[in-house]
């Protein structure tokens, strides 16, 4: 059974930093590429990040280039979130998940992601 864990949200100022962690369990994490994505009060769950099985490549949503930055360590079986400059539209509850097919593309779609965490709250207050 595939488990994904996320942790490290928090109430945060803005222009803050935080940095989310996601450890998952159940499949062999090295072959797998791996997504988080976010959902705020209100409003649909959104992409923020994709990053392949090896860490190489990575595609950012334009809301948070520049300011967030994933990694994955293959020997920890975690990828990480660093947030940075956080702004209050930062705030929602943010979800790692897994690739629905091993392999890594340019995709937004939730369709496209198979296992999902939690979620962590992250809160910018103003």
């Known amino acids: 059974q595939v488990q994904l864990v996320e942790s490290g949200g928090g109430l945060v100022q803005t222009g803050g930093s935080l940095r989310l962690s996601c450890v998952v369990s159940?499949?062999?994490?090295?072959?797998?590429?791996m997504g988080w994505f976010r959902q705020a009060p209100g409003k649909e769950r959104e992409f923020v990040v994709s990053?392949?099985?090896?860490?190489?490549?990575?595609y950012y949503a334009d809301s948070v280039k520049g300011r967030f930055t994933a990694s994955k360590d293959n020997a920890k079986n975690t990828v990480y979130l660093e947030m940075n400059n956080l702004k209050p539209e930062d705030t929602a509850v943010y979800y790692c998940?897994?690739?629905?097919?091993?392999?890594?593309?340019?995709?937004?779609?939730?369709?496209?992601?198979?296992?999902w965490g939690q979620g962590t709250q992250v809160t910018v207050s103003s």
């Open positions: 998940a897994t690739f629905s097919s091993v392999g890594w593309y340019r995709t937004t779609r939730e369709r496209d992601f198979a296992s």
């Open positions: 159940g499949l062999d994490f090295s072959n797998w590429s």
């Open positions: 990053i392949n099985r090896i860490g190489t490549t990575t």
